[in-house]
C-alpha cells in the first residue's frame, strides 16, 4: 500500500487506497512528439536512474499511450517499459527519475559511412565519391541500412578502409571505419518515472 486516500467513515469520491505491485517493475516516460517513430512496442530502452548512474538497466517498450499528452507545455508521447532488475541487486522505488533512451534499431559489425559524404540519388538511391589509389574521385552507389544525425550504415557498396569525400574533392576526406564488436544505436532520448 503506497497511498490511502480516505478514512473511516468518510465517502471517496476516487481511489480510496493505491497499491504498488512490486513484482513487475514498469517505468513510465515520455518523449517529444517529433521523435515518434522510435515509440513502437517491442523496442528495446536503456535507463540510468539518476540516483543510480553507475548502472543501466534494460527494458523494452511494452505500451504506447494512442493520445498525447503535454508534458512541460511540449506535446509528448506517453511510454511504458518493462525493467530488467536481474543485473543489480538494488531496489528501485516508485517516483524515482530516469532518463530513457529508446534503440530505435541497431547495427551490429557494420560499415559506418559519415551521413554528409552521402549524395541523395532520389527515390532512396544514394552514392558516395570514393578516393582512389591515384586520388582521383570515382562515384559509387551504395545500399544504406539504418541513419541517424550523424552516420549512416552501409549494407553494400562500400568496404571498411575505403575512403570517401565530404565534398566533391580529394582533399576533404574521411575513411570509412567498421563498428565491429560494437553496436550503432539509433533512436531518441526520453526522460521518465519508474513506477512500482
Given at each position: ?110 560499415v559506418?559511412?559519415?551521413v ?64 565491429i ?6 533512436g531518441?532520448?526520453g ?6
Open positions: 500500500v503506497t497511498a490511502i486516500n480516505c478514512t473511516v467513515g468518510e465517502t471517496c469520491n476516487g481511489t480510496a487506497v493505491v497499491l504498488a505491485n512490486l513484482g513487475t517493475p514498469v517505468l513510465e516516460f515520455w518523449i517529444e512528439e517529433a521523435d515518434m517513430n522510435s515509440a513502437a512496442e517491442g523496442n528495446a530502452v536503456r535507463i540510468i536512474f539518476e540516483a543510480l548512474p553507475d548502472y543501466e538497466y534494460h527494458g523494452e517498450i511494452y505500451r504506447v499511450d494512442p493520445v498525447l499528452t503535454t508534458v512541460g507545455g511540449t506535446s509528448a508521447v506517453q511510454l511504458w517499459a518493462t525493467i530488467d532488475t536481474s543485473a543489480y541487486p538494488v531496489k528501485l522505488l516508485g517516483n524515482m527519475n530516469a532518463d530513457v533512451e529508446i534503440v530505435a534499431g541497431e547495427a551490429l559489425n557494420a559506418l559511412v559519415p554528409q559524404a552521402l549524395r541523395d540519388m532520389g527515390d532512396g538511391q544514394y552514392a558516395v565519391f570514393v578516393v582512389k589509389a591515384d586520388g582521383e574521385l570515382e562515384m559509387r552507389t551504395v545500399e544504406i541500412g539504418l541513419m541517424d544525425f550523424v552516420n549512416a550504415e552501409v549494407k553494400s557498396g562500400l568496404e571498411v578502409g575505403d575512403v570517401v569525400t565530404l565534398a566533391e574533392q580529394a582533399s576533404s576526406s574521411t575513411t570509412i571505419r567498421s563498428n564488436n560494437t553496436q550503432q544505436e539509433f531518441p532520448p526522460g521518465g518515472f519508474f513506477m512500482p
